[in-house]
């Protein structure tokens, strides 16, 4: 698990990276990472655009 500090600088990279984005392909490893099942969140998620990129303690939220 990446510490505080790298989650911080790999923030704004992946923000310029992916922003403005289009979802088009969902793999889901662990599904207890999702509070969704996997059919629904892949049915939500697929083909939606990521806006921003946030940090919410170690996690980043897209």
Same mark, same amino acid.
């Given at each position: 698990? &990446?510490?505080?500090?790298?989650?911080? #600088? @790999? !923030? &704004?990279? +992946? $923000? %310029? !990276?992916?922003? /403005? *984005? #289009?979802? @088009?392909?969902? %793999?889901? $490893?662990? /599904?207890? @990472?999702? $509070?969704?099942? &996997?059919? +629904?969140?892949?049915? #939500?998620?697929?083909? *939606?655009?990521?806006? #921003? +990129? $946030?940090? *919410? /303690?170690?996690? +980043?939220?897209?």
């Amino acid at each position: 698990m &990446p510490e505080l500090p790298e989650m911080e #600088t @790999s !923030k &704004p990279l +992946l $923000n %310029q !990276k992916i922003s /403005g *984005q #289009t979802i @088009s392909e969902i %793999q889901i $490893n662990w /599904g207890k @990472s999702i $509070n969704l099942t &996997p059919e +629904l969140f892949i049915k #939500t998620v697929d083909h *939606q655009k990521i806006r #921003t +990129l $946030n940090r *919410q /303690g170690k996690h +980043l939220l897209f």
